[in-house]
């Protein structure tokens, strides 16, 4: 065995003992329970490894999505860890699709947890948890209310008393709040402290749609701050009627809110918008916050990720999503830009072999540069995809689906999000969706490791 493998192996087994139980998987896949383990220790540089838990469905049902996942580290009962909660919707026997919870950590995974919506459908979208109650986690997402029309909501799950019925529906530890406003796009959220007093404030944006004909779309922001009632609500520029804009990504910081996603230029087209809002005023009687917001447009198509770091004290953007420099093709790309200045340059990264499309959906930082995951186009769809770019932008891209598998009926689609698992090691969690044995759509969690010749540890 080489030195390679042998690392490897070290690292999965650090990997299992962060749990407090140990627990053999199968590599059966029960459908509609039970999770399938997709793993091979062959290495495809700049990664060694990777594992795949496939999410269990509904009973009786086939199908599950997934949009985010977050690190929670709750303890049930002192015997099991929840490391990760994950977002998404499951479908059940008749077609139906319900807002979900999963629990994971490296060996179990427990669900889907059916979350309320008053009798209809949705779909759970973006995840924070409270800064001050690891235990508690607000998501963000849609809902339909038991008719066509489609609310925002945001669910508050206290993980220390939740609770589900046998058909695994939340009976208890979630609190269901829907938004007065049609909604026609994804909602996120974010958690923080914005006003600087201790107490957790609440960031909840999405797309509204009016009822109109052609509707006007606008982007819209909710604040709750900590100690007051109820929401306020501000529409941030870039709407337009009959045209279409939205949101990815949240990131809340001490007075502001950094936003990514997409907006209308004057003439009607949609381009990739971040929007800076700075908070100037609160008042906790009235739940008002006053908010100066700054619209900056990127070059190219629309991202799908914002995170803001800090380099030599100067507050930097980073920005992943897709560009489109020739008709009929669309690439994966980062932009970068010092958030003072905002003047943004846009790097394409490189397409795996066989490719002729794709996009980001992602990006972290790791000590090397950034990770980014996403999907590339080719003659057999669409295949999850991962970039690694060092300090210097060049780039790696691979197709995960080049990993040797003993397990080919399960095809890896896209990999939406990626977040550091091991601080002592490059292992990075990720979810994304999967098509398995007759075409079902199934969501994943997984663990992948980076190489330490690429990833500097």
Known sequence: MNQSMHRNEALMQSVTKRNRRACLFTAAFLLGAGSHVHQTMASVPPFESMSINILPP???????????????????????????????????????????????NNEVIEGPILLNVNGGQGQANGLAVDPNNPNVVYIGGT????????????????????????????????KFQPFQQTFSGGVRVAAGDLNGDGLTDIIVGGTTSSLLVPAVQKVRVWTHLGGSSGFSHVDLPGGNTGGDCGIHSMVLEFQSVLISGFSQTPNGHEQATIWRMRAVEFDLDSNETIWNVERSM???????????ETVENNESITVGGSNTPSIGKTLPAVWSANSSSLGWQLRNLPLPEGANGGRVNGIIAILTGLLVPGDVSGPDGSSAAMWMVDANGEAIGINLNSFPSNHPEFYLNSVSCILPYME????????????????MKLGFVGTLIGSPEYFGQ
């Not at 206290?158 to 208890?172: E, F, K, M, V, Y």
Request: charge should be neutral.
């Open 58 to 104: 509904m009973p009786g049902g086939t199908s599950t999505r997934v949009s985010d996942i977050i690190e929670i580290g709750r303890s049930q009962s002192g015997f099991d860890v929840w490391e990760h909660a994950v977002s998404g919707s499951a479908c059940d026997a008749v077609g139906r699709w319900m807002p979900a919870l999963w629990l994971c």
């Open 424 to 439: 002592q090691y490059p292992v990075y969690k990720m979810i994304g969706s999967a098509t398995g044995p007759r075409g």
């Open 143 to 174: 809902a339909f209310n038991g008719s066509s029309e489609q609310r925002a909501a945001l669910w508050t799950v206290n993980l220390a008393s939740l609770a589900t019925d046998t058909n695994g529906q939340a009976t208890q530890g979630v």
């Open 298 to 308: 990127l070059p190219g198509g629309r991202p799908s990720s914002a995170r803001t």
